[in-house]
């Protein structure tokens, strides 16, 4: 496979798991193409038009060529500038490194400028749970604005790296989340949990969150209720770039979701879930990712032949191909 048939699937993957459908998803790009078209002349080269073919802003090749063949790859769900040094170092040992993916985009260039691209998602998720549109647009529209409004742009250090040391380097994030609903909703459906207690043996069935509580003592954690409170209505937070804001879980608890599924759990999101009636399952950050990765990566091998993942930055692989 080469690094551009890797990315183009990945965005295929993701569409294929977005709860908003391909057809919402065209739309998307139509209109990309669309505001690209109304801005003046003087604006236009600025614009990334990755975003007419790729609805993810946070999958992007940051630095090609494109058509390198990929036999093996350094990928991490961090990637800073130490883990591109570590892939020059493996080269110099004799590794084969093709191409570092990374998951999380900070430091991989253009992608964390683009929230319109990926965290519009959380709307529709609220949406699909009975929320009303406008009380989620309220929510995270100005969200959005406000991670714009903390961006710096210091984004170029690993792009900037990877060109001295002639390394090809991608992120691939949201296509990857998606994922991590898919792993994660299986393990519940095959352990039936009926009190929130019962959902972390049935978490830990799961090879990579069993992996970070066996090395690393990173268990799935309860908050916000007891653990021998019913299950109830469940709703996966992975995808939409970013934690929601606390507000959101009033929304999810007025409309009827009892548990949520996600990553991070600082008190304040857990007090905001509390006062709305709802719990949260927060499953270990780098294990989640590592459940989407791995899922994902098992579906890019299927369609494109063996590749050789070479973990770092928290990322170990669980390959579940026979």
Same mark, same amino acid.
């Given at each position: 496979?080469?690094?551009?048939?890797?990315?183009?699937?990945?965005?295929?993957?993701?569409?294929?798991?977005? #709860?908003?459908?391909?057809?919402?998803?065209?739309?998307?790009?139509?209109?990309?193409?669309?505001?690209?078209?109304?801005?003046?002349?003087?604006?236009?080269?600025?614009y990334d038009q990755e975003r007419f073919?790729?609805?993810?802003?946070?999958?992007?090749?940051?630095?090609?060529?494109?058509?390198?063949? #990929?036999?093996?790859?350094?990928?991490?769900?961090?990637?800073? =500038?130490?883990?591109?040094?570590?892939?020059?170092?493996?080269?110099?040992?004799?590794?084969?490194?093709?191409?570092?993916?990374?998951?999380?985009?900070?430091?991989?260039?253009?992608?964390?400028?683009? +929230?319109?691209?990926?965290?519009?998602?959380?709307?529709?998720?609220?949406?699909?749970?009975?929320?009303?549109?406008?009380?989620?647009?309220?929510?995270?529209?100005?969200?959005?604005?406000?991670?714009?409004?903390?961006?710096?742009?210091?984004?170029?250090?690993?792009?900037?790296?990877?060109?001295? #040391?002639? #390394?090809?380097?991608? &992120?691939?994030?949201?296509?990857?989340?998606?994922?991590?609903?898919?792993?994660?909703?299986?393990?519940?459906?095959?352990?039936?949990?009926?009190?929130?207690?019962?959902?972390?043996?049935?978490?830990?069935?799961? +090879?990579?969150?069993?992996?970070?509580?066996?090395?690393?003592?990173?268990?799935?954690?309860?908050?916000?209720?007891?653990?021998?409170?019913?299950?109830?209505?469940?709703?996966?937070?992975?995808?939409?770039?970013? =934690?929601?804001?606390?507000?959101?879980?009033?929304?999810?608890?007025?409309?009827?979701?009892?548990?949520?599924?996600?990553?991070? &759990?600082? +008190?304040?999101?857990?007090?905001?879930?509390?006062?709305?009636?709802?719990?949260?399952?927060?499953?270990?950050?780098?294990?989640?990712?590592?459940?989407?990765?791995?899922?994902?990566?098992?579906?890019?091998?299927?369609?494109?032949?063996?590749?050789?993942?070479?973990? &770092?930055?928290?990322?170990?692989?669980?390959?579940?191909?026979?």
């Amino acid at each position: 496979m080469t690094l551009r048939e890797l990315y183009e699937l990945s965005i295929r993957l993701g569409m294929k798991h977005d #709860l908003r459908g391909e057809a919402a998803l065209l739309a998307q790009l139509e209109r990309r193409r669309e505001e690209y078209e109304l801005l003046p002349e003087w604006q236009q080269p600025f614009y990334d038009q990755e975003r007419f073919r790729n609805p993810y802003g946070d999958v992007r090749i940051a630095r090609g060529p494109d058509d390198t063949e #990929l036999t093996t790859v350094l990928l991490g769900v961090d990637i800073h =500038i130490p883990e591109l040094l570590l892939a020059d170092r493996l080269r110099e040992k004799g590794r084969r490194i093709d191409a570092v993916i990374a998951h999380h985009v900070h430091g991989v260039g253009r992608s964390a400028f683009l +929230p319109h691209d990926f965290m519009t998602y959380d709307i529709d998720s609220l949406v699909a749970e009975g929320v009303n549109r406008s009380a989620a647009e309220a929510l995270i529209l100005p969200y959005i604005e406000a991670k714009l409004a903390g961006m710096e742009d210091n984004h170029s250090r690993g792009p900037a790296v990877a060109e001295l #040391l002639d #390394l090809p380097f991608a &992120c691939i994030h949201t296509p990857a989340d998606f994922y991590i609903s898919v792993g994660v909703q299986a393990a519940l459906d095959e352990a039936k949990p009926a009190t929130l207690a019962d959902t972390i043996p049935a978490l830990l069935t799961i +090879p990579e969150i069993a992996s970070a509580a066996t090395q690393l003592g990173a268990l799935p954690r309860i908050f916000g209720a007891s653990p021998e409170r019913e299950v109830g209505r469940v709703f996966h937070k992975f995808g939409g770039g970013y =934690i929601f804001p606390p507000s959101a879980y009033a929304l999810l608890g007025a409309a009827g979701v009892r548990t949520v599924f996600q990553i991070h &759990c600082e +008190p304040v999101y857990a007090e905001a879930a509390a006062a709305a009636g709802v719990a949260i399952v927060r499953v270990p950050h780098a294990a989640g990712d590592n459940i989407g990765l791995n899922l994902l990566l098992d579906d890019v091998e299927a369609e494109l032949g063996a590749l050789e993942v070479i973990g &770092c930055g928290g990322f170990e692989r669980h390959s579940r191909r026979a």
